[in-house]
Structure formats: structure tokens, C-alpha cells
């Protein structure tokens, strides 16, 4: 148990040595300072909700938009074709069988 606590706490370490390096390598703003701005403003955030609630409130206050199922569809309609392609999955498949069938004929011929 108690090896499982020291490598626990090694791991710890080297995880809070990692954010540091890379935290001082990074360009962003003060030299150093974006990593642990970030932190301190995300921990502040999870002891003071308040900020997340006005938030929550702004985007709750926005009024939905109310369109219908086909006008939707008509507007976001792409002429291009299909991401599949329907012979081109068969063609697939085929030689996947074949492949397989293949395959198993000669595992069955191995231990006849």
C-alpha cells in the first residue's frame, strides 16, 4: 500500500513539473503566466459561481428561433455528393468476404 501512495505522489510530481516546463515555455502573455492564470481563474470560477450563473442567465435569455423542419433542410442542403459512396462500400465488403473466406478455407485446410 504504501509503495502505491510513493508512486502516487512521484507521479504528482512529475505531472506538476510537466505543467511548469510547459507553462514557461509558452508564449502566450507574461512570460510563464498563461498556465497558472488559467488555473487560478478556473478555481476561482469553481469558488465563485456567481460568474458561471450570469452566464448560464445570458444564454438562457436569448430567444430560440422557431423554424420549420423543411425550411431548414432546404436552406442547408448541399449539392455535392454523398460522403459514401454506394459501390464503392460494396467493392469493399466484396473483397473483404473474399478475404475472409479465403482465409478460412485455409485455416481449414492447415488442419485437415
Not at 510530481?13 to 507553462?23: E, H, K, L, T
Not at 431548414?72 to 469493399?92: H, I, M
Request: net charge neutral; glycine share 8%.
Amino acid at each position: 500500500m504504501l509503495t502505491v501512495l510513493v508512486w502516487t505522489l512521484v507521479a504528482l510530481v512529475a505531472a506538476a513539473a510537466v505543467a511548469a516546463v510547459a507553462s514557461a515555455t509558452s508564449g502566450g502573455g507574461r512570460q510563464g503566466a498563461g498556465f497558472f492564470a488559467d488555473l487560478r481563474a478556473g478555481i476561482s470560477a469553481r469558488r465563485h459561481p456567481d460568474a458561471e450563473d450570469a452566464a448560464a442567465a445570458r444564454a438562457a435569455a436569448v430567444e430560440p428561433v422557431d423554424v420549420r423542419l423543411d425550411e431548414f433542410l432546404r436552406a442547408t442542403a448541399v449539392q455535392d455528393d454523398g460522403y459514401l459512396q454506394v459501390d464503392e462500400v460494396r467493392d469493399v465488403l466484396t473483397k473483404a468476404r473474399d478475404r475472409a473466406v479465403r482465409s478460412v478455407h485455409h485455416l481449414g485446410s492447415r488442419s485437415a
